[in-house]
């Protein structure tokens, strides 16, 4: 299933996307998670700021 949906986000005139890790700390244990998600390139440092 995975390939799928690589092979739809390479098709030609498609949006860019990049994948976002951002380290999340948990505020009852303390530890660090990480979130990854796909964005479309243009909207990368907004999704940053949150």
């Known amino acids: 299933m995975a390939k799928k949906v690589v092979a739809t986000l390479k098709k030609e005139g498609g949006v860019s996307y990049a994948k976002v890790i951002k380290a999340v700390r948990s505020e009852k244990t303390g530890a660090y998670t990480f979130r990854e998600e796909?964005?479309?390139?243009?909207?990368?440092?907004?999704?940053?700021?949150?």
């Open 38 to 50: 796909m964005v479309p390139s243009p909207l990368v440092q907004e999704s940053l700021k949150k």
